[in-house]
């Protein structure tokens, strides 16, 4: 199985700040990631497709960036409903994978 | 607008079976693959396998065969996960979603009891 690993379980930050969350795959899956955001209490929402393709609706100061072995979200402008979860997926091979997860804390 | 709404919430007894629904509104489930995946605190979020529902095709992590089995229904626009042989290990919470949208369903909590 491919492993992917979000090695920053938590990340503090401030409103306005520009924060990057990483995930590393264990093998090449080419851009084959989604990075998905699930708020306390709430599921998972797709935020990134395909390594760098934002979702509708998805606000522009999410950017996702990477391929092969090493992604990143990018959150610029850090909001304080940015307070969330933050994993990555790999869809490149089976069975799909997800990250451990990236906590982000607002200061 | 697309949702997918599931089943409410079950408490089963150890060594029972549990069948669980996910119904699409706004798109047909036909059209595109379901997916299943499972939540524990401590374990994150485990991806458990699809099912085509325009022909049953399916495929699963192999750690979930024997103990998931993905079902759907076109008429009912509703796709199905059922678990047997429940354990405490099968205690979490599991979501669908679908393969092109990428929507989540709210959730359905599973708590198995001794």
């Known amino acids: 199985d491919i492993v992917m690993t979000q090695s920053q379980k938590f990340m503090s930050t401030s409103v306005g700040d520009r924060v990057s969350i990483t995930c590393k795959a264990s093998q090449n899956v080419r851009t084959a990631v989604a990075w998905y955001q699930q708020k306390p209490g709430q599921s998972p929402k797709a935020l990134i497709y395909l390594a760098s393709n934002r979702h509708t609706g998805v606000p522009d100061r999410f950017t996702g960036s990477g391929s092969g072995t090493d992604f990143t979200l990018t959150i610029n402008n850090v909001q304080s409903e940015d307070l969330a979860d933050y994993f990555c997926?790999?869809?490149?091979?089976?069975?799909?994978?997800f990250g451990g997860g990236t906590k982000l804390e607002i200061k | 607008e697309v949702q997918l709404q599931q089943s409410g919430a079950e408490l089963v007894r150890s060594g029972a079976s549990v069948k669980l629904s996910c119904t699409a509104s706004?798109?047909?489930?036909?059209?595109?693959?379901m997916h299943w995946v499972k939540q524990r605190p401590e374990q994150g979020l485990e991806w458990i396998g699809w099912i085509d529902p325009e022909n049953g095709d399916t495929e699963y992590d192999p750690k979930f065969q024997g103990k998931a089995t993905m079902t759907a229904d076109t008429s009912s626009n509703t796709a199905y996960l059922q678990l047997s042989s429940l354990t405490s290990e099968d205690t979490a919470v599991y979501y669908c979603k679908d393969g092109n949208y990428d929507y989540w369903g709210q959730g359905t909590t599973l708590t198995v009891s001794s």
């Open positions: 706004g798109f047909n489930i036909k059209d595109y693959y």
């Open positions: 997926l790999q869809h490149w091979n089976y069975p799909l994978t």
